[in-house]
């Protein structure tokens, strides 16, 4: 049973040491996470896929790290500086200030148009404020979502010295384009990727790494002649959708969405999102646009820009003439993307089932937890009929359904509700003895890709040698752990929560034939290898 709430999925990551809260000593930093020990070894995996995938394995690609901080000027002509902003709204009567767009959509059951619309449905007394249901809303008017900071010791409080925190790394392909061309001797169609970080003060951050404040972005400026960009595109939107599936990447989870005119950015010509079915619905994994020869033509001198020192052109050899290449822009979040293969890969499955008289007593807690649910105050009434249903169906469908009552117990809503410590008193132990996580992630995504274990740890040469296999393992470039904590089924289980694909155990036959049993985390099942071919057969599997 794959997860049904981020919650789970949180509750996972803090847990095990995927993601943590930011500055926790200090009480957090709203919507701000940092990645742990197993979170950066994934999120690297990831980030390294993409690259491998993009750069290393295609002919027509040359990679860039361009700096954070940028000449304003860069985004005065990008166009960030006039036009990234999201529409605000004023609650004249309980002073909160929500999005005006969202507040729309939530209301009229679409996206608006544009601003007018929004500010004539407002004008109207049509919207009403999400929080309190005022109708005396301010005109919407835009907030510049990039961070501002300022360059040298002094800050003379004239602008002189304004950066911004990009927020978003193609602006610093666009901008070195001509250098890539020249150095690399590049010809068209070619293109230029770039992993990074971009940093949007985003109004309502939220569902975990979802949507934040400081993120990395996985982005591709593709360039190719004009009249050649709508077959790009199309390839490209194959070539991205593919690099998920190929993944491990459920294809029911992954759609592809054609962006409506009224969505599109202002140096799209047409946009597709590719959107993951994530566990609080439908949202955009990646955008892949069209944005044609607006940014090279942006950042070239002109009447329109004086401050540019020259053009971003190309000189055609076989039509013997200069062209602004049109652009395709494949942009993917490296967080967003980490966060959906976590997702995607999560399975609670019950392995054996409990006694009857357990079962039963878990049915009754679950069952008074329902009845409870209903006379609690305070709750909205959408979550209390979610949280009801929910313990319906997990009551009548017990054992079978204990993985579902993980979910709930997980659920930051049913922890308000008293009796849910009853159930997670009993439901916890229970889960703990007949089920089992697990983390589907592909074998070249796993944080670990190897754990080796001693059967007995207070036997020295058991232990010696699968710390050697450990080294040997390492050494020729799988990441491997050595553990000797707890029993063999307790690292078993372990393991699977984290994702690693083997687990290799040095028992008493080892020492003998020189042989260790290898464990694959998703059957289950096992098989005797030999030690010194162990390093070749894993690195064949992951290649
Ligand atoms: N250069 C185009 C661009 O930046 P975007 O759709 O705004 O387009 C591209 O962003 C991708 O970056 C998104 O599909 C998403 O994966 C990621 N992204 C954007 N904003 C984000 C945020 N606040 N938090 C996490 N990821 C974000």
């Known amino acids: 049973m794959p997860a049904t709430s981020l919650d789970t999925i949180v509750s996972l990551c803090k847990r095990r040491g995927f993601v943590f809260p930011s500055s926790s000593v200090y009480g957090g930093l709203g919507s701000t ?73 939530a209301q009229k059951g679409r996206d608006p148009k544009g601003l007018p619309e929004i500010n004539a449905a407002i004008e109207a007394k049509e919207l009403v404020c999400p929080k309190c249901g005022s109708k005396d ?96 595109h199309e390839s490209w939107i194959a070539e991205r959708t593919n690099w998920y599936l190929k993944l491990g990447m459920r294809k029911e989870n992954l759609r592809v969405r054609e962006q409506e005119k009224h969505e599109l950015a202002h140096y799209a010509k047409r946009c597709v999102d590719l959107e993951y079915r994530f566990p609080m619905g439908w949202s955009e994994l990646e955008g892949i646009a069209n944005r044609t020869d607006f940014d090279l033509k942006a950042h070239s001198r002109s009447p ?23 652009v395709i822009e494949p942009s993917a979040g490296a967080d967003r993307a980490t966060l959906a293969f976590l997702c995607d890969a999560y399975e609670d499955a019950l392995v054996k089932e409990p006694p009857v008289e357990e079962t039963a007593k878990l049915r009754d807690l679950v069952e008074s937890f329902a009845k409870s649910v209903g006379r609690r105050e305070g709750l909205a009434v959408e ?25 709930l117990m997980e659920d930051s809503d049913a922890a308000a509700i008293e009796v849910m410590k009853k159930v997670r008193g009993v439901g916890e132990k229970i889960a703990e003895e007949h089920t089992r996580t697990v983390l589907h992630l592909h074998p070249r995504l796993a944080p670990l890709t190897v754990a080796v274990f001693p059967l007995k740890r207070n036997d020295p040469r058991l232990v010696e040698m699968a710390r050697g296999l450990k080294r040997d393992l390492q ?9 000797d904590t707890g ?43 030999k030690a010194t071919e162990l390093a070749s057969t894993i690195g064949g599997r992951l290649a």
């Open 33 to 105: 996470w940092d990645y742990g020990p197993l979170g950066v070894e994934l999120k690297n995996n990831v980030k390294r896929a993409w690259w491998r995938s993009v750069v290393h394995e295609r002919d027509d690609m040359e990679g860039l790290d361009a700096a954070i901080l940028m000449n304003r000027l860069v985004w005065k002509y990008s166009g960030h500086e006039a036009t990234f902003s999201d529409p605000m709204t004023d609650c004249r009567a309980c002073k909160t200030r929500p999005r005006a767009d969202h507040v729309f959509a």
């Open 137 to 232: 809303l301010t005109p919407a008017r835009p907030f510049n979502l990039m961070f501002r900071t300022s360059v040298g010791p002094v800050d003379s409080g004239d602008d002189s010295g304004l950066v911004y925190m990009r927020p978003e790394t193609a602006q610093g392909i666009f901008v070195n384009f001509g250098n890539v061309l020249d150095t690399m001797r590049r010809k068209l169609p070619f293109g230029i990727a770039q992993v990074g970080k971009a940093f949007r003060n985003e109004i309502t951050p939220g569902n975990f790494t979802f949507r934040t404040r400081e993120f990395e972005q996985m982005e591709i400026e593709y360039f190719v002649r004009p009249g050649e960009d709508e077959a790009a």
């Open 304 to 326: 329109e820009n004086p401050d540019a020192v020259g053009e971003l052109k190309y000189f055609d050899q076989e039509q013997k003439k200069h062209l602004v290449p049109y």
């Open 383 to 407: 979550v209390k009929q979610r949280l009801v249903s929910t313990a319906e169906v997990i009551a009548a469908g017990l054992p079978g359904t204990l993985p579902q009552l993980i979910g």
């Open 475 to 483: 050494r020729s470039g799988v990441r491997a752990v050595y553990d």
């Open 487 to 529: 029993a063999i089924g307790k690292l078993y289980r372990r393991q699977d929560e984290i994702g690693t694909p083997w687990c290799v155990t040095v028992d008493f036959q080892s020492l003998e034939d020189q042989t260790v049993t290898v464990r694959d985390r998703d059957n289950m099942q096992q098989e005797r290898l």
